[in-house]
Every structure is written in structure tokens, then in C-alpha cells.
């Protein structure tokens, strides 16, 4: 199919599993071009995630200045300089050196997404969930980082009764940040679900999916 399809079946799908609030959608860019993530801007899509510094800088040059980057991959310290001006968020916050060095560049508030392995893989990024809590009352001390939610990643699988229970973890977790009423964390949101999940994750409460395969193949 076409991109314009692609866009259409996955916007369709997205409609179609929403409980309550419509997820934003974050195409997932990483693999391709400048030419295709413009194409798919002229969707319509705005949100766009990349998990290299690079590859996100030549997306800035490229694209309308209108369109919003996620930073959705793993953030080596010494790369946050280079990205921080141009980030909407970033979705992979998961240590304290990591918080420190976005706090230093910030020239303002930086929406962050606190990472959690909620499926306990070993080969998963992120916190544990019993880490979560205590790792944000820490936060508090850098003013320019605003955690305005939580973000996971589902393990590859087809059994759906495991994948909710990933998404569920997430959510539960979030419903108890957000009641703590940190100024520093409003924890509203949840960045979870991906090109072979996704319907589950919104029916789970997704406020923000990130998708690639199926837009860009």
C-alpha cells in the first residue's frame, strides 16, 4: 500500500480501539528518509520519533518547522547537547546522570517520559517498577525537566493476555504517580504501543503510540 494508505488503515485502527481520549500518533521515522517522513506530513501527521541524534537533526533541516520530534530511543549523556533545543519530548528518561545532563542544556522546560521495563526482560531499557516512585522524587531536583509521564515497551509476542498485563502495569503505576500531585511530574500520560500492539496499548490507556513499520513499508 501507499503511504497515504498506511496512514489511513492505522488512523482507522487507532479510532476504532480509543476508549476515551484519542492517542496522539508518533510515526516512528528512525529507518527511513527525510522524503518519507515528509510524505507522511503531508498525511497530516505532525509527531515524529527518532532514536538516533543524528537522524533527528536531518528530519529538523528537512521538514516544516511545524513538525514536533520525540526523542524515543536510548540517550547517551554526551549526545543530549545536541538534541535538547529540538525535542517536543523525550520518552527514554531513565537515570539520574541522564536527568542532570538534560537539566544542564535545557534552555527551558523539557517534557520527559520516565522509562520502565514493565515486562522485566533483561534485554528491556528502563527502570524497574518498584525503582520508579523514588527515581522521581529525585527529579525534583533538576527545575527543567517536567516528567509528564510514563513509557514502556511491550515484549514481542502474539499473546495478548501478557501484552495487557505490560500495558496494565504501566497504567497502574502512572495512576499512582499521578496521585503523589508532584509539581515536577504531573504524570498524566503513557507512551506505549508499537506497530504490533498498538490497538491493545490504547485500549490499555495509550495517550501517545509510536509506530513505524506499518506507515513506512
Known amino acids: 500500500m501507499?503511504?497515504?494508505?498506511?496512514?489511513?488503515?492505522?488512523?482507522?485502527?487507532?479510532?476504532?480501539?480509543?476508549?476515551?481520549?484519542?492517542?496522539?500518533?508518533?510515526?516512528?521515522?528512525?529507518?527511513?528518509?527525510?522524503?518519507v517522513a515528509n510524505a507522511l506530513y503531508a498525511e497530516g501527521i505532525r509527531d515524529f520519533g527518532e532514536n538516533r541524534p543524528d537522524a533527528l537533526l536531518e528530519k529538523v533541516e528537512?521538514?516544516?518547522?511545524?513538525?514536533?520530534?520525540?526523542?524515543?530511543?536510548?540517550?547517551q549523556t554526551r549526545k543530549v547537547r545536541q538534541i535538547i533545543d529540538y525535542v517536543a519530548a523525550i520518552h527514554s528518561l531513565d537515570r539520574l546522570s541522564l536527568a542532570a545532563e538534560i537539566d544542564k542544556r535545557?534552555?527551558?522546560?523539557?517534557?520527559?517520559?520516565?522509562?520502565?521495563?514493565t515486562s522485566g526482560e533483561d534485554s528491556k531499557h528502563g527502570l524497574e517498577i518498584e525503582e520508579?516512585?523514588?527515581?522521581?522524587?529525585?527529579?525534583?531536583?533538576?527545575?527543567?525537566?517536567?516528567i509528564i509521564g510514563l513509557m514502556t515497551m511491550a515484549p514481542f509476542?502474539?499473546?495478548?493476555?501478557?501484552?495487557?498485563?505490560?500495558?496494565?502495569?504501566?497504567?497502574?503505576?502512572?495512576d499512582e504517580v499521578k496521585a503523589n500531585a508532584y509539581d515536577h511530574a504531573p504524570?498524566?500520560?503513557?507512551?506505549?504501543?508499537?506497530?504490533?500492539?498498538?490497538?491493545?496499548?490504547?485500549?490499555?490507556?495509550?495517550?501517545f503510540v509510536r509506530i513505524g513499520t506499518v506507515l513506512v513499508q
Open 106 to 117: 535545557a534552555n527551558g522546560t523539557i517534557d520527559c517520559f520516565v522509562q520502565v521495563n
Open 62 to 75: 528537512g521538514m516544516p518547522k511545524d513538525a514536533r520530534f520525540h526523542f524515543i530511543g536510548t540517550l
Open 157 to 174: 509476542t502474539e499473546e495478548e493476555s501478557v501484552l495487557r498485563e505490560t500495558f496494565r502495569r504501566l497504567r497502574h503505576l502512572r
Open 187 to 207: 504524570c498524566t500520560e503513557l507512551s506505549m504501543g508499537m506497530s504490533n500492539d498498538y490497538p491493545i496499548a490504547i485500549e490499555e490507556g495509550a495517550s
Open 2 to 35: 501507499s503511504i497515504s494508505d498506511n496512514v489511513k488503515q492505522v488512523q482507522s485502527i487507532i479510532s476504532s480501539h480509543v476508549q476515551e481520549v484519542e492517542p496522539t500518533l508518533i510515526a516512528v521515522t528512525k529507518s527511513v528518509g527525510v522524503d
Open 132 to 146: 520508579v516512585v523514588p527515581f522521581i522524587e529525585n527529579c525534583k531536583q533538576y527545575p527543567h525537566i517536567r
